[in-house]
């Protein structure tokens, strides 16, 4: 599989795009005033301790007072016992491990979504190329998409021999460690050591609410997290970010620095593989397939619906082989769309039903495949009864739709707006209201276009019968600023 990162930066924003195939298959995005708070480290202050939800509410100089759970929380001693990788287990009450007024330092978890705060823990963690370290932790621990047992081993045993008993912390070989020299590895663990001491001392003279330690901007972020061994090359079209990357790329990754190039084509960078088109396709419900299905997307506070049809496609066999080829192709095309939106959080699919559990089977099996390149994590439990496949996929940042979008005003996220029809019947009724309770010499309707136009169409004859009964007359005007279901009778 070939694959290519394309980094686009612009004054307030930079974007990066991975390929594969050709293919748009992730898209980060960060922006100057919204910049991701994912792995920051913070002075923050206990504001509020909740035991009844066993959490308390820590100010860290956000709009929004930030949400630490009891689960969350690593104590000094926990720090001796704790395995690398392994939470505490605990029924510490939370009143016994924080108080109100209390500073302490904490890592953000997960960014503000929604209504919600970050979430917190003060398990620290802090990445590198090829490590992690944990500064409350002990021990070492290799990623889990690490398979062949036998480099497990090697990297484990490459860590343990540098790591000596008296050390704090532990360390986590991460995935793209898998191959990775001794030399590489010992390098990084240094590097991490230092960071540590520099960020230990600026802790001390740091206020609460005060950022400690930001994580790396998106052009660099993307060299140590999405960038493994399959991809090819990665281009940018920014000279001063092409320097910065190169330069973390000779620390860090020298394999990969010869791949990075400066993009000075004549054509926008995000018009190579069509990225433009594709990020608009992304914001919309509907999702065309080759074979003429199409899957529906809603995305709602709680979790995010997928419905699959067979749409124009019927198939050349039987109506299960028409079925079964459409969820397969869908079962495909739902792993790239979860990628591509940045989908998180519960999600349920509702594939078209299917008798033999056979192919049940395979439509299960080809989804799992599909998410097998997938950097959130993601689990898949068994068919409901209702024949719904319910899946859960880690949700660490806003969706694309949230980054890029906001409610309608015109229908203020429902989706939908009143039909002009309903908005007639309300203004008659509302004229009746008005007709019963207040003397007037005539009235006059102010409406939506459409609105007016009905009225003065289909409506019409409603519209004469209501000027015998209230026996005044009734002007229309046509408000350019009005949305279809805004309206006003005035009384003159």
């Known amino acids: 599989m070939t694959a290519e990162v394309l980094v686009n930066v612009s004054p307030r924003e930079v974007r990066a795009a991975l390929v594969e195939e050709?293919?748009?298959?992730?898209?980060?995005?960060?922006?100057?005033?919204?910049?991701?708070?994912?792995?920051?480290?913070?002075?923050?202050?206990?504001?509020?301790?909740?035991?009844?939800?066993?959490?308390?509410?820590?100010?860290?100089?956000?709009?929004?007072?930030?949400?630490?759970?009891a689960s969350d929380i690593v104590t000094p001693s926990d720090a001796e016992h704790v395995e690398v990788g392994h939470k505490p287990e605990r029924s510490d009450d939370i009143q016994s491990l924080v108080s109100e007024g209390q500073e302490i330092l904490v890592q953000v978890l997960k960014?503000?979504?929604?209504?919600?705060?970050?979430?917190?823990?003060?398990?620290?963690?802090?990445?590198?190329?090829?490590?992690?370290?944990?500064?409350?932790?002990?021990?070492?621990?290799?990623?889990?998409?690490?398979?062949?047992?036998?480099?497990?081993?090697?990297?484990?045993?490459?860590m343990l021999s540098f790591v000596q008993p008296n050390d704090t912390g532990g360390y986590i070989v991460r995935t793209a460690a898998e191959g990775a020299s001794s030399d590489a590895l010992r390098a990084d663990m240094m590097f991490?050591?230092?960071?540590?001491?520099?960020?230990?001392?600026?802790?001390?003279?740091?206020?609460?609410?005060?950022?400690?330690h930001a994580d790396l901007p998106l052009q660099v972020r993307v060299l140590r997290d999405v960038v493994l061994s399959g991809v090819n090359k990665v281009s940018i079209d920014h000279p001063e970010s092409y320097q910065s990357m190169l330069e973390f790329a000779g620390t860090f990754m020298p394999e990969m620095r010869?791949?990075?190039?400066?993009?000075?084509?004549?054509?926008?960078?995000?018009?190579?593989?069509g990225i433009e088109d594709e990020i608009e396709r992304s914001l919309d419900r509907k999702v065309p397939l080759k074979s003429g299905g199409y899957l529906m997307l809603d995305q709602t506070e709680a979790m995010t619906t997928i419905d699959v049809?067979?749409?124009?496609?019927?198939?050349?066999?039987?109506?299960?082989?028409?079925?079964?080829r459409t969820n397969l192709e869908a079962g495909v095309a739902i792993a790239r769309q979860l990628r591509l939106r940045n989908l998180g959080g519960i999600i349920i699919i509702d594939f078209i039903d299917m008798e033999e559990e056979e192919h049940r089977r395979q439509v299960l099996q080809a989804l799992e495949k599909?998410?097998?390149?997938?950097?959130?994590?993601?689990?898949?439990?068994?068919?409901?009864?209702?024949?719904?496949?319910?899946?859960?996929?880690?949700?660490?940042?806003?969706?694309?739709?949230?980054?890029?979008?906001?409610?309608?005003?015109?229908?203020?996220?429902?989706?939908?707006?009143?039909?002009?029809?309903?908005v007639c019947y309300e203004i008659f009724r509302e004229i009746l209201r008005q007709a019963r309770q207040f003397s007037f010499q005539e009235l006059m309707v102010l409406a939506h276009q459409d609105v007016i136009e009905r009225l003065l169409d289909e409506e019409s004859a409603a519209l004469a019968e209501l000027e015998v009964h209230t026996g005044k007359p009734i002007r229309l005007q046509t408000e350019a600023l009005y949305q279809q279901d805004q309206y006003d009778v005035v009384l003159m």
């Open 192 to 212: 991490l050591q230092k960071m540590w001491s520099v960020l230990s001392e600026k802790t001390l003279y740091a206020k609460p609410g005060q950022l400690v």
């Open 22 to 69: 050709g293919v748009l298959q992730e898209l980060f995005l960060e922006r100057a005033n919204k910049r991701g708070l994912i792995s920051n480290i913070y002075k923050g202050r206990v504001s509020r301790v909740l035991p009844g939800m066993q959490a308390a509410f820590i100010d860290i100089g956000l709009e929004r007072t930030a949400f630490l759970h």
């Open 111 to 158: 960014d503000p979504l929604g209504t919600k705060g970050a979430r917190l823990t003060t398990f620290i963690t802090i990445p590198s190329r090829y490590l992690v370290l944990m500064p409350k932790g002990r021990g070492v621990g290799v990623s889990s998409r690490i398979e062949d047992e036998t480099e497990r081993q090697r990297l484990r045993d490459a």
């Open 309 to 324: 049809n067979t749409g124009a496609y019927v198939g050349h066999r039987t109506l299960e082989e028409t079925i079964f």
């Open 258 to 273: 010869e791949r990075i190039e400066l993009y000075q084509g004549d054509r926008p960078i995000f018009d190579l593989y």
């Open 370 to 422: 599909a998410l097998v390149g997938d950097h959130a994590k993601t689990h898949i439990s068994s068919v409901s009864p209702l024949g719904l496949v319910e899946m859960t996929r880690k949700r660490t940042r806003e969706s694309l739709e949230h980054m890029l979008c906001s409610s309608c005003p015109t229908c203020q996220g429902r989706g939908f707006v009143k039909t002009t029809e309903t």
